[in-house]
């Protein structure tokens, strides 16, 4: 519409977009967890209840930089195309630059090095995003909606695919932004050789790729849930060796920070009570000659779905917002 007289200068008023929703108008966080092979999200309240779910696959070995894209969209769009976010987080595995908004390097899904998260949703939804190391987001996840609640110290354990220790000491997280989970600390000999090139590395040997190897012309099942239901002795033996080999890592952690509280999420839960027992055994074992240190108690994440990345991730939207 244009108001004005003949030989004036005219005022055209001209429609205006909506604005995007404020800090104060948003009432939804979005959480992204991206994995090897597979893309999670999730629109959150902010009391962290779960409103939509989105989850969408790639082959980690042979998918191209776009296929991860059409995936990461994909599981993205259900979630926050009709309800914008206040903003999303991203937990990703591998090692990452959160300032760039990058994923620098993941060994197991190789289209994944480089590639520009942040950018593709930003691009796309027109809302803040932000990346961090998924074991990083992971005890934020812990601290505030699981068993870390209260807590000043404790460790938050994924496994699996994916195996990685975030750590909260003295209320502080620790581990430089964007990586260095654990992963590749050295607790085997040099016999096994890592998809990171380097040899003995925590990986090799407490993944679900070590258990693969492990029972391979065995004739026994190839997921810990299937070798821990079975009665037979020697997959209890190799339920036991897992354990083992996991605690390997942990034992590392605790004698130097002292957590205490050890929670594992992944793989582990499928282990039941014989696993979880096995880890804490041999990591109160190996650390009563602490006189001051904290006896170290093992939980496993009894949530239904395993959620605790991606409440990680909206907790790094609000912490940033």
């Not at 994995?35 to 309240?45: I, N, Q, T």
């Not at 074992?285 to 949530?303: F, G, Q, R």
Request: aromatic share 4%; with cysteine; glycine share 12%.
């Amino acid at each position: 519409m244009t108001l004005g007289s003949p030989g004036r200068a005219s005022l055209r008023l001209v429609p205006q977009p909506a604005p995007r929703p404020t800090v104060r108008q948003a009432r939804t966080v979005g959480a992204v967890e991206l994995l090897p092979g597979v893309v999670r999200c999730a629109l959150m309240d902010l009391s962290g209840a779960v409103l939509r779910r989105g989850e969408a696959s790639f082959s980690p070995v042979t998918a191209a930089p776009t296929q991860v894209r059409d995936a990461l969209l994909e599981a993205a769009e259900v979630c926050f195309a009709e309800d914008t976010p206040l903003g999303i987080g991203v937990a990703a595995a591998g090692l990452v630059d959160p300032d760039a908004g990058v994923i620098i390097e993941l060994n197991d899904a190789p289209a994944l090095r480089g590639f520009r998260v942040t950018e593709q949703l930003r691009r796309t939804f027109d809302v803040p995003v932000h990346v961090e190391h998924r074991a990083r987001l992971q005890v934020l996840g812990d601290r505030w909606f699981g068993p870390g609640r209260g807590r000043t110290g404790f460790a938050s354990v994924s496994t699996g695919e994916v195996l990685g220790v975030g750590l909260l000491h003295n209320g502080e997280l620790l581990a430089p932004p964007g990586g260095r989970s654990g992963a590749h600390m050295t607790v085997a000999g040099s016999d096994r050789t890592c998809t990171c090139g380097a040899r003995g590395c925590w990986k090799t040997v407490a993944s679900t790729r070590w258990l693969r190897e492990r029972v391979a012309g065995t004739g026994l099942p190839a997921t810990l849930a299937a070798l821990a239901a079975a009665d037979d002795a020697e997959a209890a033996a190799v339920v036991d060796e897992y354990a083992e080999n996991l605690a390997l890592g942990l034992l590392n952690v605790q004698q130097m920070f002292a957590p205490g509280l050890f929670v594992l999420h992944g793989e582990a839960r499928e282990g039941g009570d014989a696993f979880r027992d096995a880890v804490q055994r041999r990591l109160r074992a190996d650390s009563s000659w602490s006189p001051t240190a904290e006896l170290p108690t093992v939980v496993v994440s009894t949530a239904l779905v395993d959620d605790v990345a991606l409440f990680g991730g909206a907790g790094l939207v609000l912490s940033r917002q």
